[in-house]
């Protein structure tokens, strides 16, 4: 096993959780044997990931080191060393996803990012609560405007009160949201927009939960999945299972890793969720690529192995 650490930065600050991000690190886990290659990409994300960059840096050298056991590896090293050992183990070819443009800023930049879009697709994401409602209805109803079928996946991160996110509810048409994932902080708030105004809801921050276990709830739609805060493949395949069976949409989603980490769920989506959509579209917010280059043609500067810092 080899380390390196990475910084990335940003075209634009990430802002989110009371956190404001101007360029992303992480690490690489690089695995070699009988002649192949597998690449794990450690990126926990500031105000989601219950561990931190530090925390990884420390277990992964630990564990090389022979002073550690996988098991004791954070969520997002132990995300980066199974993706490792899966490439490692089944190279096989990456097929791509179609995109869910996401779409954040203002909603004027929201506005904005859609109309430069050069392809108009069926379904985009929207980042919310980050503007008044009103303003957010409008931006709704705007793009509604420029294509009346549009599916929309919005995500609140937990920003709105009841009362908010219910005015929300209320303005706009249920039939052009595909869901909304995590109004309201409390959980109970959240299910309760959808007993009275039958608002499709999916749950994301809630999944984050270290002790997270799937349950049924009324209302919910689909499971937004972040691999890289979930750590385990195989806690994140029985997660899948569970789900599936029980009628819910799974959903695997980036935590704004690099082309590697988005790599490994294009293809862990391919695999666990075949008939969903991902929500992938985090790259175009770094500034360059890591090892070789992305496999979705988004033109950025190259950073290669022997520029890497090793650890």
């Known amino acids: 096993m080899k380390l390196y650490a990475y910084t990335l930065p940003l075209a634009t600050p990430l802002r989110f959780a009371g956190h404001a991000l101007t360029e992303r690190q992480g690490l690489l886990i690089k695995l070699e044997q009988d002649g192949r290659t597998g690449w794990g990409d450690c990126a926990p994300l500031p105000g989601f990931s219950q561990d931190t960059l530090e925390q990884c840096a420390d277990a992964l050298k630990a564990m090389r080191d022979g002073q550690a056991q996988e098991q004791d590896l954070p969520p997002a090293a132990r995300f980066a060393l199974d ?84 005015h929300f ?25 959808h007993a009275q105004h039958r608002l499709p809801l999916a749950l994301d921050e809630t999944t984050q939960h270290p002790d997270y276990q799937y ?36 959903v695997l989603s980036s935590s704004f890793e690099s082309n590697i980490g988005v790599s490994h769920l294009a293809r862990l989506a391919t695999e666990l969720t075949p008939t969903s959509v991902p929500g992938l579209d985090t790259l175009t917010a770094l500034g360059a690529d890591l090892i070789e280059p992305n496999p979705w043609g988004q033109d950025k500067p190259l950073i290669t192995e022997s520029e890497l810092k090793p650890l």
């Open 169 to 193: 509810a209320t303005c706009v048409p249920r039939s052009a949201l595909r869901y909304v994932e995590e109004p309201c902080r409390e959980l109970n708030d959240t299910l309760r927009l």
């Open 83 to 166: 993706c490792a050992r899966w490439q490692l183990q089944n190279p096989t070819p990456l097929r791509l996803p179609s995109p869910v443009p996401l779409l954040v800023g203002t909603p004027d930049e929201q506005l904005a990012q859609y109309e430069q879009l050069t392809e108009r697709p069926g379904e985009v994401k929207l980042k919310l609560a980050r503007a008044s409602v009103e303003e957010e209805i409008a931006l709704v109803y705007g793009l509604l405007e420029r294509n009346p079928k549009l599916k929309l996946r919005i995500d609140a991160n937990r920003g709105w009160s009841y009362e908010q996110a219910s």
């Open 215 to 250: 349950e049924s709830l009324a209302g919910v739609r689909a499971l937004v999945l972040k691999p890289t805060l979930i750590g385990s493949l195989t806690r994140l395949q029985h997660l899948v299972e569970q789900a599936t069976l029980d009628g819910v949409e799974v």
